[in-house]
T-cell receptor, first 116, second 116 residues
Framework: AQSVTQLDSQVPVFEEAPVELRCNYS??????LFWYVQYPNQGLQLLLK??????LVESINGFEAEFNKSQTSFHLRKPSVHISDTAEYFC??????????????FGKGTLLTVNP | DAGVIQSPRHEVTEMGQEVTLRCKPI?????LFWYRQTMMRGLELLIY????????DSGMPEDRFSAKMPNASFSTLKIQPSEPRDSAVYFC??????????????FGQGTRLTVV
């Protein structure tokens, strides 16, 4: 069975500062990796995903994540955050779970708070 | 497409009452997931369906919870009898036919359930 660990439950930063949200996973099979964002009182939205190829993936709003197979990590980074980036961020892993079905497992989330 | 539609958005009920949450997945999607989100446990997968068939219900907390998917465009999650500890936000998500787990899940806005 796969699992996802988000090491920080809360990350406060100042506007325009860089940020890194950490994610580690465990799985005995190949995985696909996702970051989702949840704004207050809303559902989760996909931010970016790693399927194959280049280990560095980017989102349209300046976030990037790097897949590191040896360290089983998929950390999310942004060089300069905005107030509007304040949200909860979830790392997720998709892996085979019985037969030919894939299961999407989420971490517990990291609350990013950007202060002026 | 309107996205995944959940109803009601908010539900307040008394302990012991039956609660039914509803979900309409995105047309053409063949996988449907029910998640529960709480501060203590984060985002938990309760059950997921593939082509209307329950694949994994290992996350359903106990017999008071049941889920059905009578057709490709509708699913329900029922709690009977409800208890205060069931208070949470319940999300429904759907995803299109999977190509080996590469596809992300699309989330509804959630149902905030309060059991008093």
């Amino acid at each position: 069975a796969q699992s996802v660990t988000q090491l920080d439950s809360q990350v406060p930063v100042f506007e325009e500062a860089p940020v890194e949200l950490r994610c580690n996973y465990s799985s005995s099979v190949s995985v696909y990796l996702f970051w989702y964002v949840q704004y207050p009182n809303q559902g989760l939205q996909l931010l970016l995903k790693y399927l194959s190829g280049s280990t560095l993936v980017e989102s349209i709003n300046g976030f990037e994540a790097e897949f590191n197979k040896s360290q089983t990590s998929f950390h999310l980074r942004k060089p300069s955050v905005h107030i509007s980036d304040t949200a909860e961020y979830f790392c997720a892993v998709s892996a085979l779970s019985g037969g030919s079905n894939y299961k999407l497992t989420f971490g517990k989330g990291t609350l990013l708070t950007v202060n002026p | 497409d309107a996205g995944v539609i959940q109803s009601p958005r908010h539900e307040v009920t008394e302990m012991g009452q039956e609660v039914t949450l509803r979900c309409k997945p995105i047309s053409g999607h063949n996988s449907l997931f029910w998640y529960r989100q709480t501060m203590m446990r984060g985002l938990e997968l309760l059950i997921y369906f593939n082509n209307n068939v329950p694949i994994d219900d290992s996350g359903m907390p106990e017999d008071r919870f049941s889920a059905k998917m009578p057709n490709a465009s509708f699913s329900t999650l029922k709690i009977q009898p409800s208890e205060p500890r069931d208070s949470a936000v319940y999300f429904c998500a759907s995803s299109p036919p999977r190509t080996g787990g590469r596809t992300e899940a699309f989330f509804g806005q959630g149902t905030r359930l309060t059991v008093v």
